[in-house]
């Protein structure tokens, strides 16, 4: 996949074709209608962005277009996690694992899998 930043709007509407592709714009902007309040203007709009960007594909079929995703969820977000760690922990990996493990009130089986994780890197090396 090509390098391609989705904005924080585009990551709502690929989270709808994701889950539910194939699925035609009428769907789509059903869907964000509900979620979002948003006009279907805006939804097409970033319809074509996404299009536009590689990141959707659509055929038409009849009166309808019936979009499918272009490119992986784990794709996009593997490129959207490493550009935040560059950008807002200049690549540091152990200071952003402090940081959301220091903020956030885990579970016991969420320390568990993290101490799993841990071990696994460790047995990399």
Request: charged share 25%; aromatic share 8%.
């Amino acid at each position: 996949m090509p390098e391609v930043s989705i904005s924080d709007a585009e990551w709502q509407v690929m989270n709808v074709v994701w889950d539910d592709e194939p699925i035609t714009s009428q769907e789509i902007i059903g869907q964000l209608e509900d979620r979002c309040a948003w006009a279907p203007a805006t939804v097409r709009t970033m319809l074509h962005r996404l299009v536009k960007k590689q990141v959707l594909a659509y055929e038409s079929e009849g009166n309808r277009y019936v979009y499918r995703a272009q490119a992986k969820r784990k794709d996009c977000i593997k490129q959207a996690s490493s550009s935040f760690l560059e950008r807002v922990f200049s690549g540091a990996r152990g200071q952003l694992l402090a940081h959301f493990i220091s903020g956030s009130k885990l579970t016991p089986a969420e320390i568990t899998q993290l101490r799993q994780l841990l071990d696994q890197q460790e047995k990399k090396r």
